[in-house]
């Protein structure tokens, strides 16, 4: 089966770093995504990864290694805002995106 | 700049109950999907579709019906509401579904049924 694994909940100080991590097992990869979701809200595109290394964007990087199956999304300066969860999704081989349960991060002052 | 709209945004419904959630995307895009979020679960792919006219099932398509009719919009039913189908629902939207293109979502619908 697919399966997507992240952590339940994380909490981290404000203007610290935290690492979000995602174990995948997948029928095919076509490549990761990271979205943020605010408590009743829409999830919103942070960033994709298809190819092994590092993709930074602003304060927040994620990480891909395919061979290992693990990707990583990591937030600098950490802010009261960040307060939210963080989904970790593959594209299977079929093109359809397999979603992990997400990971809530608290961020205390 | 409206993205996906979804309506209604709240929902309570008797058992046995039908209704239709609406999404509507302003994008242009060719690919529509109808997710379930439920608690401690990963979004979970009802139906979607690849273009006008054209639906398909997701992971978990029993108890719902769509149809895609106008490019624009994509419509969920229920056509005889049980409990476990309480849930939040998420319309996305993406201008193609293969490699880098995100999906954009609507703001969900609570749907609620007793």
């Known amino acids: 089966g697919q399966n997507i694994d992240q952590p339940t909940e994380m909490t981290a100080t404000e203007g610290a770093i935290v690492q979000i991590n995602c174990t995948y097992q997948?029928?095919?990869?076509?490549?990761l995504f990271w979205y943020q979701q605010h408590a009743g809200e829409a999830p919103t595109f942070l960033s994709y990864?298809?190819l092994d290394g590092l993709e930074e964007k602003g304060r927040f990087s994620s990480f891909l290694s395919r061979s290992k199956g693990y990707s990583y999304l990591l937030l600098k300066e950490l802010q009261m805002k960040d307060s939210a969860s963080y989904l970790c999704?593959?594209?299977?081989?079929?093109?359809?995106?397999?979603w992990g349960a997400g990971t809530k991060l608290i961020i205390k002052p | 700049n409206a993205g996906v709209t979804q309506t209604p945004k709240f929902r309570v419904l008797k058992t046995g109950q039908s209704m239709t959630l609406l999404c509507a995307q302003d994008?242009?895009?060719?690919?529509m999907y109808w997710y379930r979020q439920d608690p401690g679960m990963g979004l979970r792919l009802i139906h979607y579709?690849?273009?006008?006219?054209?639906?398909a099932k997701g992971e978990v398509p029993d108890g719902y019906n769509v149809s895609r009719l106008k490019k624009q919009n994509f419509l969920l039913g229920l056509e005889s509401a049980a409990p476990s189908q309480t849930s939040v629902y998420f319309c996305?939207?993406?201008?193609?579904?293969?490699?880098?293109?995100?999906?954009?979502f609507g703001d969900g619908t609570r749907l609620s049924i007793l």
């Open positions: 996305a939207s993406s201008y193609q579904a293969d490699s880098n293109q995100p999906q954009h």
């Open positions: 994008m242009n895009h060719e690919y």
């Open positions: 579709s690849v273009g006008e006219g054209t639906t």
């Open positions: 997948t029928s095919g990869f076509n490549g």
């Open positions: 990864n298809v």
């Open positions: 999704a593959v594209m299977d081989s079929n093109y359809q995106l397999i």
